[in-house]
């Protein structure tokens, strides 16, 4: 059994309509094939006793059980594999429930998908699920298993712990997603965008864009936190910064025992110790606080509980009493018992997966133990309590007590009044006091510290009392009612037309005012400048556009590629237009046929929003087809106003765009307005190339019903030139002496087809291709192509092509070449594998009014050779 690939989807894909987080694995199940489970000895009953949980899983039954019963009846190695990666996830404390398995074309080998909550534990399940069905399926003891599968367990609640957002940034982005409002993970860690484009937000756990850098300074500095505040009538406790430890005994000696030591600029708990009533365990404290900072606050310890008071935005959100880590004796137990037991409270967990946190036995907690005269061994009397940490963290093992309802009104106002001096938009204030119930100056209480970035899991889930969605606070903050988050988003996909469609949208949208970012098969725009060279037609390039800050609307071509590796690259879209399915790529990552590619392709309307519109080509079967996926409004194009899906739709007041008597005209049910005539749009060569018609009558669409005035569009259309600024690559015309060279970007046979009926429009007598294949087309595909340049032109110049992707270069000029002599025609066929020979060749050699096209899979490179050659032949020439 071998892996063979595996790929995360991260956001809307052709495999599930609602799941977007999903693993995929490409499986070869081997030998397994001829061996189902039930023809397997004993596999059942192993499994049931590695893995009872398993009794959960329905499967195709639809009740608990029913995965069983599928394993006693007999099912395929994929399918239990999926059971078994789910599961895992699910005893790893991560609930996930979907998953499909399924045969590919070839024998043996499945696509198994599940779902995941965090993309490196899902990886890790999948091959964790393998190694679980090859040892039961092998008949390894039983007990190595479990034992094997308690380490995976523990080892992807780890992962979890190192990769997910901690409670607060989740929380934040949870209510976020709550409201429609999307999110891009900026890092591995907790910064994070909200919000797309120009209405983006920025937060880093709870540190927002509103939060002022200089009130984190004097928040991070406990001693000038402390000044600030006491010079403005707040009460905290006396104390001070030393940076020697030789005036550690002389500042005790003038504030007195209890103290609390801690670093200047610690947070979170860390390096801090209170209680201390002794030099020696100060100079323990002194050590442990100099870990983290330089200087180290000493200060008289106030007596009573702790308390965190949560300010957003200057006002009073949540404030809760925290716990330290303990036990309670109960006159039988051992400590170490004692704690065993309490980490068996079905609320506490590893990390952050449960409302509480195991309490783990450090050098902090065996402190504390020998300072309270005890070892683990050591029995506490009945109702006596051991605190094992010296702080009250949450992470620690603390617990939490809900007591907003409870905070008396002046302290309230002295809360609020806190954060204002510091200036913090989201502040945590430590609090020291026998009660909040009572004004702190009347019953001694005081403010230690001022936290920038509070922690807010004490109050989400306190162990006791009512749990505060203090995170609605900060959202309400960043995004008022009625602030937009989102940008429009417009998604283009098909087969052919892609580029120049996306190109014509964002250029029409620049032209109403619009800072469009945009995506195409050459690059990612930002504006007019283009921001990244290449194929940027996946989700990595889209997520670049949305995070940039300046954009108001963004284009995406969408490709197959993208879509099969990775899925969509944002949530759903405002606009998705499909132009055509046309045979390409076929026969790669198991899209066989035309019916596949456009189930892969119908992840772009799928992906519309409900308020948005899917743009459809109404002649394309397989494209009009998707009407019936999208949630959004359907409207269609056309070239053809008579076309029968075009009269139905007018019939029943649906808008429509089509090409009649020379105009790109708009209907309006069974009424037209007219856009522009087509003589007057550049990119149309006067109507010629009925292709580009068709990417006109797509833009056009989509924008009219994204709001587009007319008289905008009628500008965008007629100011959007075919030439190598605009379009590179699409049908560029460049006139060298007496020979016209078009580049262009046909590169499958019905790309190559539509480009061969504009050319028999053109006057030229004479015509000469430079062609090259492209490895991931089928045999066929690449012969159809060879055919179709056959019978178009005179002269046939191969060269070697950039994406052979695993095929030999002879083979793909034999294919090539079998595809000519299937031609009508018997053009001249001639070999220059480098592209600049090939094409300088081409130029050079054409007759006098010749067209020479070259079929550019690198187009800045063509575009550079043939500047190239008109450069030289303008200096040989003057």
């Given at each position: 059994m071998d892996i063979l690939e595996i790929r995360t989807l991260r956001g809307p894909n052709y495999w599930s309509g609602y799941w977007k987080k999903l693993i995929i694995i490409r499986l070869d199940i081997g030998k397994y094939e001829k061996k189902p489970t039930n023809k397997i000895k004993g596999f059942y009953e192993r499994m049931v006793d590695v893995m009872p949980s398993l009794q959960?899983?329905?499967?195709?039954?639809?009740?608990?059980?029913?995965?069983?019963?599928?394993?006693?009846?007999?099912?395929?190695?994929?399918?239990?594999?999926?059971?078994?990666?789910?599961?895992?996830?699910?005893l790893a404390g991560m609930d996930t429930g979907y998953g499909r398995t399924r045969e590919t074309t070839e024998k043996g080998i499945y696509n198994v998908v599940f779902s995941y909550l965090e993309e490196e534990v899902g990886r890790f399940a999948g091959r964790a699920a393998v190694k679980l069905w090859l040892d039961l399926a092998?008949?390894?003891?039983?007990?190595?298993?479990?034992?094997?599968?308690?380490?995976?367990?523990?080892?992807?609640?780890?992962?979890?712990?190192?990769?997910?957002?901690?409670?607060?940034t989740?929380?934040?982005?949870?209510?976020?997603?709550?409201?429609?409002?999307?999110?891009?993970?900026?890092?591995?860690?907790?910064?994070?965008?909200?919000?797309?484009?120009?209405?983006?937000?920025?937060?880093?756990?709870?540190?927002?864009?509103?939060?002022n850098m200089i009130s984190v300074d004097i928040a991070g500095d406990k001693s000038a936190t402390k000044k600030l505040l006491g010079d403005m009538g707040v009460p905290v406790p006396k104390g001070y910064r030393i940076r020697e430890i030789e005036d550690l005994e002389d500042i005790i000696d003038r504030i007195g025992y209890p103290v609390v030591i801690k670093p200047l600029d610690g947070n979170h708990g860390k390096g801090a110790?209170?209680?201390?009533?002794s030099l020696e365990d100060a100079r323990v404290a002194w050590e442990k606080a100099k870990e983290y900072s330089r200087w180290v606050i000493v200060e008289k310890q106030l007596m009573g509980s702790d308390f965190r008071a949560l300010v957003v935005n200057n006002r009073l959100i949540a404030v809760a009493e925290r716990v330290p880590a303990h036990v309670k004796g109960d006159g039988k137990s051992t400590i170490q018992q004692l704690i065993d037991k309490t980490n068996e409270d079905p609320r506490r967990g590893y990390g952050h997966e449960n409302v509480l946190t195991q309490i783990s036995i450090d050098n902090q907690t065996m402190r504390c133990i020998t300072k309270a005269g005890y070892t683990l061994e050591s029995k506490l009397k009945k109702g006596e309590v051991l605190h094992l940490k010296t702080t009250a963290n949450i992470s620690t093992g603390g617990t939490a007590i809900d007591c907003?309802?409870?905070?008396?009104?002046?302290?309230?106002?002295?809360?609020?009044?806190?954060?204002?001096?510091?200036?913090?938009?989201?502040?945590?204030?430590?609090?020291?006091?026998?009660?909040?119930?009572?004004?702190?100056?009347?019953?001694?209480?005081?403010?230690?510290?001022?936290?920038?970035?509070?922690?807010?899991?004490?109050?989400?889930?306190?162990?006791?009392?009512?749990?505060?969605?203090?995170?609605?606070?900060?959202?309400?903050?960043?995004?008022p009612p009625g602030t937009p988050a989102r940008i429009p988003i417009f998604s283009v996909t098909g087969t052919n037309g892609k580029t120049t469609t996306t190109r014509l949208i964002a250029h029409i949208l620049k032209n109403s005012g619009r800072t469009v970012g945009f995506t195409t098969t050459d690059g990612t725009y930002i504006g007019n400048q283009q921001i990244v060279q290449g194929d940027n037609t996946g989700p990595v390039s889209a997520q670049l556009v949305l995070k940039d800050p300046t954009v108001d609307v963004a284009v995406l071509e969408t490709a197959r590629g993208g879509i099969i590796r990775s899925g969509l690259g944002f949530d759903y879209c405002d606009i998705g237009v499909v132009l055509n399915i046309a045979a390409d790529h076929l026969g790669l990552k198991d899209v066989n046929t035309l019916e596949d590619l456009a189930r892969v392709k119908s992840v772009v309307p799928?992906?519309?929003?409900?308020?948005?519109?899917?743009?459809?080509?109404?002649?394309?079967?397989?494209?009009?087809?998707?009407?019936?996926?999208?949630?959004?409004?359907?409207?269609?194009?056309?070239?053809?106003?008579?076309?029968?899906?075009?009269?139905?739709r007018a019939e029943r007041g649906r808008i429509s765009c089509v090409y009649e008597n020379g105009f790109i005209t708009i209907l309006k049910g069974k009424w037209k307005v007219r856009v522009e005539r087509v003589t007057n749009i550049p990119i149309t060569y006067g109507g010629r190339a009925e292709f580009m018609i068709q990417n006109v009558l797509a833009a056009t669409l989509a924008c009219f019903v994204h709001g587009v005035s007319l008289e905008d569009l009628r500008v965008g259309l007629t100011t959007f030139n075919a030439g190598t600024a605009q379009t590179p690559g699409r049908l560029n015309f460049i006139e060298i002496g007496d020979v016209t060279v078009l580049m262009d970007y046909a590169h499958n046979p019905a790309g190559l087809r539509g480009l061969a009926d504009f050319i028999?429009?053109?006057?030229?007598?004479?015509?000469?291709?430079v062609i090259n294949g492209t490895g991931d087309r089928r045999d066929e595909d690449i012969i159809e192509f060879g055919q179709i340049a056959g019978e178009t032109f005179d002269r046939i110049v191969i060269r070697r092509g950039h994406y052979l992707r695993g095929r030999d270069e002879q083979e793909t000029y034999g294919l090539l070449k079998k595809g000519i002599a299937k031609a009508k025609k018997d053009p001249a066929v001639r070999v220059i594998p480098e592209s600049r020979?090939?094409?300088?060749?081409?130029?050079?050699?054409?007759?006098?009014?010749?067209?020479?096209?070259?079929?550019?899979?690198?187009v800045p490179e063509d575009i550079g050779h043939v500047q190239e050659y008109r450069d030289q032949n303008a200096q040989a020439r003057g």
């Open positions: 959960s899983h329905g499967c195709s039954y639809g009740e608990p059980g029913g995965f069983l019963k599928r394993v006693e009846e007999g099912t395929w190695a994929g399918h239990a594999i999926e059971h078994f990666a789910l599961e895992l996830q699910t092998e008949g390894r003891d039983v007990g190595e298993i479990k034992t094997g599968l308690a380490s995976d367990i523990q080892e992807m609640r780890e992962i979890r712990e190192d990769v997910r957002f901690g409670p607060s989740g929380s934040l982005v949870e209510e976020a997603e709550n409201r429609d409002i999307p999110f891009i993970r900026l890092n591995d860690q907790s910064l994070v965008q909200l919000g797309y484009g120009v209405n983006q937000k920025r937060i880093q756990a709870t540190t927002t864009v509103n939060t110790t209170v209680g201390i009533k907003t309802d409870e905070v008396h009104p002046e302290n309230v106002f002295l809360f609020e009044r806190i954060a204002k001096i510091i200036g913090l938009d989201v502040a945590g204030i430590d609090v020291i006091a026998p009660n909040v119930t009572e004004p702190l100056h009347a019953n001694g209480g005081g403010i230690i510290e001022v936290n920038a970035a509070p922690g807010f899991r004490m109050h989400l889930a306190p162990s006791e009392g009512i749990g505060r969605n203090v995170a609605e606070h900060v959202i309400d903050m960043l995004f799928r992906a519309v929003s409900k308020k948005g519109f899917a743009v459809l080509n109404a002649e394309d079967k397989l494209v009009y087809e998707m009407k019936e996926l999208s949630d959004g409004q359907v409207v269609c194009f056309s070239m053809n106003e008579n076309h029968p899906n075009i009269k139905r028999s429009k053109l006057p030229n007598k004479y015509r000469t291709v020979d090939a094409i300088h060749h081409a130029i050079k050699y054409g007759r006098k009014g010749e067209l020479v096209v070259t079929l550019a899979d690198r």
